[in-house]
C-alpha cells in the first residue's frame, strides 16, 4: 500500500504558475507509476499527466502538453506536477494517484485527497 497527500494548489491568475507536489508513504514509491488528474466541478475525472516507476516514459492530457511537466523524486518519495501559463480550464480539484509497476494508461488503484487549484481570468 501507499499513501499518497497532495499540496501546492491554490489560487492564480491566468498565465500564471503552480507547482503540485505528491508526498508518497508507505511501500516503496519507485515501484509505483505516478499519475496527476483532475476534476473540474459538474465534469467527470480526466486524465492530466503521468510519469512510469522509473522515470522512462510520461504521458500528458494534449491540452496541457508543453504547458506542463511531470517529474518525480524516488529519493525523497514525491512527485511534482510543475504547471505554467495556466487557464481557466484548468480549474479544479488535482489528485495525484499511484499504480504498481503501472502503465501510462493503466489503472490507477491508490488516490490522494485531492487539492484545488483556481484560475481566474
Known amino acids: 500500500q501507499v499513501q499518497l497527500v497532495e499540496s501546492g494548489g491554490g489560487l492564480v491568475q491566468a498565465g500564471g504558475s503552480l507547482r503540485l507536489s505528491c508526498a508518497a508513504s508507505?511501500?516503496?514509491?519507485?515501484?509505483?507509476?505516478m499519475g496527476w488528474f483532475r476534476q473540474a466541478p459538474g465534469k467527470e475525472r480526466e486524465f492530466v499527466a503521468a510519469?512510469?516507476?522509473?522515470?522512462?516514459?510520461?504521458g500528458y492530457k494534449e491540452s496541457v502538453k508543453g504547458r506542463f511537466t511531470i517529474s518525480r523524486d524516488n529519493a525523497k518519495n514525491t512527485g511534482y506536477l510543475q504547471m505554467n501559463n495556466l487557464k481557466p480550464e484548468d480549474t479544479g480539484v488535482y489528485y495525484c494517484?499511484?499504480?504498481?509497476?503501472?502503465?501510462?494508461?493503466?489503472?490507477?488503484?491508490?488516490w490522494g485527497q485531492g487539492t484545488q487549484v483556481t484560475v481566474s481570468s
Open positions: 494517484a499511484a499504480a504498481f509497476l503501472g502503465r501510462i494508461g493503466g489503472t490507477y488503484d491508490h
Open positions: 508507505g511501500r516503496s514509491f519507485s515501484t509505483y507509476t
Open positions: 510519469v512510469t516507476w522509473n522515470g522512462s516514459n510520461t
